[in-house]
Protein backbone atom coordinates (compact mmCIF):
# COMPACT_ATOMS: atom_id res chain seq x y z
CA UNK A 1 0.00 0.00 0.00
CA UNK A 2 1.57 3.07 -1.06
CA UNK A 3 1.47 5.59 2.15
CA UNK A 4 3.41 7.98 4.13
CA UNK A 5 4.18 6.71 7.36
CA UNK A 6 5.46 8.46 10.81
CA UNK A 7 6.80 7.43 14.11
CA UNK A 8 6.10 7.64 16.86
CA UNK A 9 2.27 9.14 16.55
CA UNK A 10 2.15 10.06 20.12
CA UNK A 11 5.17 11.48 22.31
CA UNK A 12 5.37 12.95 25.12
CA UNK A 13 8.48 14.55 26.03
CA UNK A 14 10.51 16.87 28.39
CA UNK A 15 12.07 20.01 27.77
CA UNK A 16 15.89 19.76 26.70
CA UNK A 17 15.54 16.14 25.79
CA UNK A 18 16.29 15.53 22.08
CA UNK A 19 14.11 13.29 19.90
CA UNK A 20 13.72 12.37 16.37
CA UNK A 21 10.28 11.94 14.45
CA UNK A 22 11.03 9.60 11.64
CA UNK A 23 9.04 9.41 8.11
CA UNK A 24 9.12 7.47 5.73
CA UNK A 25 7.25 7.13 2.12
CA UNK A 26 7.15 3.69 0.04
CA UNK A 27 5.79 5.81 -3.51
CA UNK A 28 9.87 7.10 -4.74
CA UNK A 29 8.34 10.21 -4.05
CA UNK A 30 11.37 13.40 -5.01
CA UNK A 31 9.88 15.61 -2.77
CA UNK A 32 9.50 15.35 1.10
CA UNK A 33 7.90 18.16 3.87
CA UNK A 34 7.06 18.45 7.38
CA UNK A 35 4.59 20.93 8.69
CA UNK A 36 3.48 21.85 11.79
CA UNK A 37 -0.20 22.21 12.51
CA UNK A 38 -1.61 25.05 15.15
CA UNK A 39 -5.15 25.76 16.30
CA UNK A 40 -6.31 28.85 14.47
CA UNK A 41 -2.55 28.70 12.05
CA UNK A 42 -3.47 25.75 10.11
CA UNK A 43 -0.40 24.31 8.69
CA UNK A 44 2.97 25.75 8.67
CA UNK A 45 5.79 24.05 6.38
CA UNK A 46 9.25 23.64 8.88
CA UNK A 47 11.63 22.11 6.14
CA UNK A 48 11.18 20.45 2.79
CA UNK A 49 13.67 18.52 0.59
CA UNK A 50 13.69 18.61 -3.08
CA UNK A 51 15.38 15.24 -3.43
CA UNK A 52 18.20 13.43 -1.69
CA UNK A 53 20.55 15.20 0.27
CA UNK A 54 18.55 18.74 -1.04
CA UNK A 55 16.82 20.28 2.25
CA UNK A 56 15.46 23.67 2.74
CA UNK A 57 14.23 26.38 5.21
CA UNK A 58 10.36 26.56 5.07
CA UNK A 59 7.90 29.30 7.01
CA UNK A 60 9.46 28.28 11.30
CA UNK A 61 12.80 25.96 10.73
CA UNK A 62 13.85 27.58 14.16
CA UNK A 63 14.47 24.78 16.80
CA UNK A 64 14.21 21.84 14.00
CA UNK A 65 16.46 20.03 12.10
CA UNK A 66 15.96 17.22 9.55
CA UNK A 67 18.43 15.42 7.22
CA UNK A 68 17.97 13.45 3.51
CA UNK A 69 20.58 10.58 3.38
CA UNK A 70 17.88 8.45 1.67
CA UNK A 71 14.94 9.09 -0.77
CA UNK A 72 12.26 7.35 1.43
CA UNK A 73 13.07 9.11 4.59
CA UNK A 74 13.07 12.09 6.26
CA UNK A 75 13.79 12.78 10.13
CA UNK A 76 12.70 15.61 12.09
CA UNK A 77 15.14 16.51 14.51
CA UNK A 78 14.61 18.36 17.60
CA UNK A 79 17.70 18.93 19.44
CA UNK A 80 16.45 20.63 22.33
CA UNK A 81 12.56 20.76 22.30
CA UNK A 82 10.78 23.56 23.89
CA UNK A 83 7.13 23.76 25.25
CA UNK A 84 6.17 26.07 22.31
CA UNK A 85 7.16 23.33 20.35
CA UNK A 86 4.06 21.17 21.43
CA UNK A 87 1.94 20.49 18.31
CA UNK A 88 0.74 18.49 15.70
CA UNK A 89 3.17 17.36 12.72
CA UNK A 90 3.02 15.97 9.63
CA UNK A 91 5.27 14.66 7.16
CA UNK A 92 4.27 15.27 3.30
CA UNK A 93 5.38 13.89 -0.07
CA UNK A 94 4.93 14.22 -3.27
CA UNK A 95 6.65 12.73 -6.49
CA UNK A 96 7.67 15.13 -9.13
CA UNK A 97 7.06 19.00 -7.32
CA UNK A 98 8.08 20.96 -11.22
CA UNK A 99 4.39 19.47 -11.95
CA UNK A 100 1.57 21.82 -11.39
CA UNK A 101 -0.65 19.59 -10.15
CA UNK A 102 1.63 17.57 -8.11
CA UNK A 103 -0.33 16.61 -4.99
CA UNK A 104 1.43 16.57 -1.54
CA UNK A 105 0.25 13.29 0.58
CA UNK A 106 0.22 13.44 4.19
CA UNK A 107 1.62 10.87 6.80
CA UNK A 108 -0.95 10.15 9.64
CA UNK A 109 0.95 12.89 12.27
CA UNK A 110 2.75 12.58 15.72
CA UNK A 111 1.52 14.71 18.34
CA UNK A 112 4.29 16.02 20.65
CA UNK A 113 4.14 17.48 23.85
CA UNK A 114 6.66 19.06 25.20
CA UNK A 115 6.60 19.56 29.38
CA UNK B 1 -1.01 40.00 4.36
CA UNK B 2 -2.67 36.36 4.55
CA UNK B 3 -2.08 34.70 1.66
CA UNK B 4 -5.13 32.32 2.07
CA UNK B 5 -8.23 33.50 4.13
CA UNK B 6 -11.00 31.11 5.64
CA UNK B 7 -13.39 33.52 6.79
CA UNK B 8 -15.55 30.59 8.32
CA UNK B 9 -14.31 28.72 11.40
CA UNK B 10 -17.54 26.45 11.41
CA UNK B 11 -19.90 25.68 9.74
CA UNK B 12 -23.40 23.53 10.00
CA UNK B 13 -25.17 21.73 7.45
CA UNK B 14 -27.98 19.46 7.20
CA UNK B 15 -27.33 16.20 5.05
CA UNK B 16 -28.51 15.66 1.65
CA UNK B 17 -27.91 19.22 1.52
CA UNK B 18 -25.32 21.23 -0.74
CA UNK B 19 -22.47 23.50 1.38
CA UNK B 20 -20.13 25.76 0.22
CA UNK B 21 -16.73 26.28 1.80
CA UNK B 22 -15.21 29.73 1.58
CA UNK B 23 -11.74 30.58 0.66
CA UNK B 24 -10.02 33.49 -0.91
CA UNK B 25 -6.23 34.33 -2.06
CA UNK B 26 -3.48 36.18 -2.48
CA UNK B 27 -1.01 36.33 -4.82
CA UNK B 28 0.94 38.23 -7.41
CA UNK B 29 1.84 35.14 -8.82
CA UNK B 30 0.01 34.16 -13.36
CA UNK B 31 0.97 30.77 -12.04
CA UNK B 32 -0.74 29.15 -8.88
CA UNK B 33 -2.45 25.88 -7.74
CA UNK B 34 -5.08 25.64 -5.12
CA UNK B 35 -5.85 22.46 -3.50
CA UNK B 36 -8.77 21.33 -0.41
CA UNK B 37 -8.15 19.08 1.77
CA UNK B 38 -10.30 17.40 4.95
CA UNK B 39 -8.74 16.82 8.58
CA UNK B 40 -11.51 14.16 10.18
CA UNK B 41 -11.20 13.58 13.90
CA UNK B 42 -9.01 11.05 13.38
CA UNK B 43 -6.25 13.38 12.46
CA UNK B 44 -4.75 12.50 8.70
CA UNK B 45 -4.57 14.74 6.24
CA UNK B 46 -6.93 13.90 2.58
CA UNK B 47 -6.65 15.57 -0.22
CA UNK B 48 -9.96 16.67 -2.20
CA UNK B 49 -9.29 18.56 -5.20
CA UNK B 50 -6.25 20.41 -7.26
CA UNK B 51 -7.75 23.86 -9.42
CA UNK B 52 -5.03 25.01 -11.74
CA UNK B 53 -4.82 29.11 -12.17
CA UNK B 54 -4.63 28.17 -16.14
CA UNK B 55 -7.59 26.04 -15.84
CA UNK B 56 -10.29 27.02 -17.69
CA UNK B 57 -13.25 24.50 -16.50
CA UNK B 58 -13.89 24.83 -12.51
CA UNK B 59 -12.46 21.28 -10.54
CA UNK B 60 -14.49 18.70 -10.03
CA UNK B 61 -13.82 15.12 -8.27
CA UNK B 62 -17.22 13.15 -7.08
CA UNK B 63 -19.29 15.06 -4.52
CA UNK B 64 -16.42 17.94 -4.39
CA UNK B 65 -16.23 20.97 -6.73
CA UNK B 66 -13.80 24.01 -6.51
CA UNK B 67 -16.10 27.44 -7.39
CA UNK B 68 -13.03 29.26 -8.97
CA UNK B 69 -13.39 32.85 -9.55
CA UNK B 70 -10.07 33.75 -10.15
CA UNK B 71 -10.88 37.64 -10.51
CA UNK B 72 -12.54 37.96 -7.37
CA UNK B 73 -9.06 35.55 -5.94
CA UNK B 74 -11.67 32.83 -4.50
CA UNK B 75 -11.67 29.21 -4.41
CA UNK B 76 -14.70 28.26 -3.10
CA UNK B 77 -15.57 24.41 -2.28
CA UNK B 78 -18.68 23.04 -2.93
CA UNK B 79 -19.63 19.24 -1.53
CA UNK B 80 -23.06 18.69 -2.87
CA UNK B 81 -25.61 16.04 -0.82
CA UNK B 82 -23.56 16.26 2.70
CA UNK B 83 -23.17 13.20 4.28
CA UNK B 84 -22.68 12.48 7.65
CA UNK B 85 -19.33 11.55 7.14
CA UNK B 86 -18.55 14.98 5.62
CA UNK B 87 -18.05 16.68 9.74
CA UNK B 88 -14.59 17.62 9.62
CA UNK B 89 -11.91 20.17 9.24
CA UNK B 90 -11.65 21.21 5.62
CA UNK B 91 -8.35 23.27 4.80
CA UNK B 92 -7.58 25.61 1.62
CA UNK B 93 -3.88 25.66 0.72
CA UNK B 94 -2.13 27.24 -2.20
CA UNK B 95 0.94 26.52 -4.37
CA UNK B 96 3.18 29.73 -5.86
CA UNK B 97 4.91 28.35 -8.89
CA UNK B 98 6.94 31.20 -9.68
CA UNK B 99 7.75 32.47 -6.40
CA UNK B 100 7.65 29.74 -3.92
CA UNK B 101 7.45 26.36 -6.18
CA UNK B 102 6.42 23.65 -3.59
CA UNK B 103 5.66 25.40 -0.89
CA UNK B 104 2.11 24.88 0.23
CA UNK B 105 0.58 27.56 2.01
CA UNK B 106 -2.27 26.69 3.82
CA UNK B 107 -5.27 28.53 5.44
CA UNK B 108 -6.60 28.35 9.03
CA UNK B 109 -9.67 26.22 7.94
CA UNK B 110 -13.03 25.72 8.39
CA UNK B 111 -14.47 23.05 10.70
CA UNK B 112 -17.92 21.39 8.75
CA UNK B 113 -20.76 19.81 10.81
CA UNK B 114 -22.97 17.68 9.01
CA UNK B 115 -26.26 17.66 11.07
CA UNK B 116 -28.89 14.42 10.28
Known amino acids: EAQVTQNPRYLITVTGKKLTVTCSQNMNHEYMSWYRQDPGLGLRQIYYSMNVEVTDKGDVPEGYKVSRKEKRNFPLILESPSPNQTSLYFC??????????????FGPGTRLTVL | AQKITQTQPGMFVQEKEAVTLDCTYDTSDQSYGLFWYKQPSSGEMIFLIY??????QNATEGRYSLNFQKARKSANLVISASQLGDSAMYFC?????????????FGEGTQLTVNP
Open chain 2, 51 to 56: QGSYDE
Open chain 2, 93 to 105: AMREYETSGSRLT
Open chain 1, 92 to 105: ASSFRPAQRSDTQY
